[in-house]
Every structure is written in C-alpha cells, then in structure tokens.
C-alpha cells in the first residue's frame, strides 16, 4: 500500500508540539475584534504578575473543555530562543503558532487540549493495513478531523500584557505578506498572514491565521488568538490536521477559548 509522506508528517505534527518544522513540512513533500488592542481597561494601573503556582491553577484542566482531553503539550513549548524569523518583528506571530507567550512574560504555564472523536456506528473495524492508498487517505483524513489546541497562560508585570499582546497585532498587520522562520535548525515559509475575527473574551485580543501553499497540497492554514485577562494573556493556537488535508475550514477552538476564559474572570 503506498502511504502519502506528506500525509505520515501532518499526523505525526498533529500529536505533537505545534511545530513551525512539522507544520511547514506538510505542504513540501481588540475590541471584541480581531487586531484591535486599543483595550477597554488601558487607563488602569496594571496589577503585579501572577505566579507561576497561580498561573496552574488557572489554566485549563482535564473535565474544564467538555468533549476534550486536556493534558500536557506533547513535546513540550521550545524555548523562544530556537524559533526565529529572518524579519525580527514576524517573532511574534511565528512564537504564537508555537505556544511561546510574545514579551518577557515573570511566569507561565502551558496545556495541550485534543478534541475526542466519537465514533461513528456505521465505522467498520477494517484494519488500515488492509486498505488500498486512497482509502487508507480518507480514513486517515477522517481520525484526525479533530482540533488540537495548546494553550498558553504568561502573567506580566507593569504593562507587560498591553505591550505582549501590541507586539502580536503589529506584527499580523506588518507580515501579511508572509515571511521565513526556523526552529532548531529547520526551516519553513509562510506565505500569508491576516487577521480574523477574534472570540470577543477578555479585554482585548488578536486573533489571526497564516498559510503555507507552497507545495503540492495547497494551503495549509494555522490558527491562533492571543487575548489579555487583565496583567495575563492567554495565547492559543488550534491544528487540525484532517481539515487541513480535505480543505476543510476551521479556527481556533471555540470550547477550549470559553472554558479557558471562564477560568480567567
């Protein structure tokens, strides 16, 4: 049976870190408004950071997302110093789709929250094994229609969070037209950055996408949303790697970003 390397690489990316070198080689082989960070509590003093205890008390945790396993990002958030961009001020946006809070945040904390599928009755037991190539594709495209998103937590002092958060929306209007980033050594290209609507939770937030259609797959799309709870933000980037490959739409987990924000008020 021939198996599509491209196809392997996606569903390896999907039950990891969300990695700019898995992600990007898939294609080759606030108001309540996104981008609006004006803020509706801008004059306020800022409150002094949380602590990293605090912050894991906040996060989500497995029974919060219903329909979920909420648990640790596997893998593990790289260090901020090992993903880069060759424009500097595309960082932010690139540091995102990887879970790494933009700034210099005092603490954080990090979840990773998969969809759980239900099972379908009319499924029949076929092992993978026994399917011809197109087939084993659309059932493997069907596994893993399912939202992956990790969730990051950073706490700031002063104004840390407004600046964080300014620092992502700058850079979404500032790389629209795409740039080049590298992880550990690994290197990859998007073509495309914009904005989209964003949750309408906390006090001001940016939601955005970016793609890479270099290869022969097309557009593959990620998703992210970063929105500041007062002196912390919350950064989130969702994956579904079964919707990329049938060019299905989907955005950011809407259960993962209420169940987060609830916990956050």
Do not use: W
Not at 101 to 129: I, Y
Not at 203 to 227: I, Q, R, W, Y
Not at 232 to 260: D, E, F, R
């Amino acid at each position: 049976m021939k198996r599509s390397s491209g196809v392997r690489l996606c569903a390896t990316a999907a039950v990891s870190a969300l990695s700019l070198a898995l992600i990007t080689g898939c294609s080759d082989g606030g108001s309540k408004d996104s981008g609006d960070t004006s803020g509706k509590d801008g004059s306020k003093p800022a409150a002094k950071a949380l602590s990293a205890a605090e912050l894991k008390k906040l996060i989500i945790a497995q029974g919060d997302v219903p329909g979920h396993k909420v648990g640790a990002v596997e893998g593990g958030i790289p260090d901020k110093s090992k993903v880069t961009s060759e424009d500097a001020k595309c960082e932010p946006v690139l540091r995102a789709f990887t879970g790494i809070a933009p700034g210099d945040p005092a603490a954080h904390t990090d979840r990773m929250a998969t969809e759980e599928k239900k099972k379908d009755p009319t499924d029949d037991a076929t092992s993978l094994d026994d399917l011809e190539s197109g087939e084993f594709e659309d059932a493997l495209n069907k596994s893993m229609d399912l939202d992956v998103t990790v969730v990051t937590l950073a706490s700031y002092d002063g104004d840390g969070a407004e600046q964080g958060l300014k620092s992502v929306s700058d850079a979404v209007k500032a790389c629209a037209g795409g740039f080049a980033g590298e992880q550990d050594g690994e290197k990859g290209k998007f073509t495309k950055v914009a904005e989209e609507k964003s949750s309408g939770t906390g006090d001001e937030s940016v939601a955005f996408t970016a793609v890479n259609d270099a290869g022969k797959d097309g557009a593959l799309p990620l998703h992210a949303e970063v929105v500041r709870h007062g002196n912390t933000l919350a950064v989130y980037t969702t994956i579904n790697i079964g919707a990329m490959m049938t060019k299905k739409a989907y955005t950011v987990s809407a259960p993962v970003v209420k169940a987060q924000a609830a916990k956050l008020k």
